[in-house]
Structure formats: structure tokens, C-alpha cells
């Protein structure tokens, strides 16, 4: 069954570096997605992306923060200038129509971020 | 703002025993999803429910809507040690993008 696969498990940075957080989704899968759930807390939307641009982005998703398709494969996020309250697990999903469609989104297992 | 909430928080039942969780939202929806996530593990879809459906099964699975009251519910029925996870309920606001999970209810099933 395919799955959305993310890289790496655990990140641990410094404060202040910048980081790139890796997914590939599924392969004929046309909308992406990130989100973050700090430790005990809810999942929290970060951004959509659909046809090589954001849909719709949270209050989270400041500055600091991009999406990226850079090839056919690929969905990256970037922090820029990571700050201790970035330390969550982030997620990445993909779905083949959009949420209002009703179709699932399918998740990758998550990479743990720590920032120190 | 959109929000999904579930309750209980937490419940504790025995194997064998059907685990109810419900949910509340506040505004006007497209579908309403569930999933599951073990400890530290990514989250499992388990089933959807559009804003036009009542209720819908998938093997152990039931859930209810009721865009009336702006809630849903997810009955587990004959709960196995395994199905111990949080579940959270997740909205999916009309023509949006986003989706709005709730807090979710942390099931234990004690064999």
C-alpha cells in the first residue's frame, strides 16, 4: 500500500539554525500538507499546498516558515531561524482531491523536532 | 473559530466493552473525519462522514453526525487491548483547505 514516507525521524538543532524537514507523499496524490502537534498537545494545521503554490496557511505559518515542491517527488518544509517553541513532531500529508472533497489524507510517521 | 472537541478526555474500559467518544464543532462543515495515533506515532485514518450522511460503519466503527447539533460521535464496539490510542475527531470547513482537529480522548482498553 503506498504510503507518505518522511525524512528524518528526529532532527535536534540549535536555536536560531535552520532546518529542512523532508516528505515525499503519495505518488499520484495532488494536495500536501503540514502540520505540527507539540508534545500532549493537538494537531495544529501549519499550510496546504496545491498546484505549486500555499492554498491556505494558519496564523503559525509566519516568515520563518516555507513549503516546496523542488521536483515531482518532494514536499519540504523549511524553518528558517528555529526558535525553542518550534519543538514539536511535524507531519506531513497528502491527498488526491482537496479536503472539502472528502477524500482522506494520508500522514507520514512524523519528524520529532528538538530545538536546544 | 472552527474547532473540533472531543470528550471524554480520557476513558478507561475493559476488553470486550464499547468505547464511545464524541465530538463538537462549531461551524459549518464539509466532512468530518476520524483518526487514530499510538503513542508517539503518526495518525491512521479510520473513516469519514460527510455533512449529508447520518452514520456510517466500518467494521467495529460507528459513527454518527449531527449537523443539527454540530456533533458526531465514534462508537468502538468489542474494544480490544489494541485499540488503545487517541482518537481525534478532525473537521474540514466548506470549500477550505484546512483541517481542524480536535483535542482528542485518549482510550485505554485493559485486557
Known amino acids: 500500500e503506498p504510503e507518505v514516507t518522511q525524512t528524518p525521524s528526529h532532527q535536534v538543532t540549535q536555536m536560531g539554525q535552520e532546518v529542512i524537514l523532508r516528505c515525499v507523499p503519495i505518488?499520484?496524490?495532488?494536495?500536501f500538507y503540514w502540520y505540527r502537534q507539540i508534545l500532549g498537545q493537538k494537531v495544529e494545521f501549519l499550510v496546504s499546498f496545491y498546484n505549486n503554490e500555499i492554498s491556505e496557511k494558519s496564523e503559525i505559518f509566519d516568515d520563518q516558515f516555507s513549503v516546496e515542491r523542488p521536483d515531482g517527488s518532494n514536499f519540504t518544509l523549511k524553518i528558517r531561524s528555529t526558535k525553542l517553541e518550534d519543538s514539536a513532531m511535524y507531519f506531513c500529508?497528502?491527498?488526491?482531491?482537496?479536503?472539502?472533497?472528502?477524500?482522506?489524507?494520508?500522514f507520514g510517521p512524523g519528524t520529532r523536532l528538538t530545538v536546544t | 473559530s472552527q474547532q473540533g472537541e472531543e470528550d471524554p478526555q480520557a476513558l478507561s474500559i475493559q476488553e470486550g466493552e464499547n468505547a464511545t467518544m464524541n465530538c463538537s464543532y462549531k461551524?459549518?462543515?464539509?466532512?468530518l473525519q476520524w483518526y487514530r495515533q499510538n503513542s508517539g506515532r503518526g495518525l491512521v485514518h479510520l473513516i469519514l462522514?460527510?455533512?449529508?450522511?447520518r452514520e456510517k460503519h466500518s467494521g467495529r466503527l460507528r459513527v454518527t453526525l449531527d449537523t443539527s447539533k454540530k456533533s458526531s460521535s465514534l462508537l468502538i464496539t468489542a474494544s480490544r487491548a489494541a485499540d488503545t490510542a487517541s482518537y481525534f475527531c478532525a473537521t474540514v470547513s466548506l470549500g477550505g483547505f484546512k483541517t481542524i482537529f480536535g483535542a482528542g480522548t485518549r482510550l485505554f482498553v485493559k485486557a
Open positions: 505518488s499520484n496524490h495532488l494536495y
Open positions: 461551524t459549518s462543515i464539509n466532512n
Open positions: 462522514i460527510r455533512s449529508n450522511e
Open positions: 500529508a497528502s491527498s488526491l482531491t482537496a479536503p472539502s472533497g472528502g477524500y482522506e489524507q494520508y
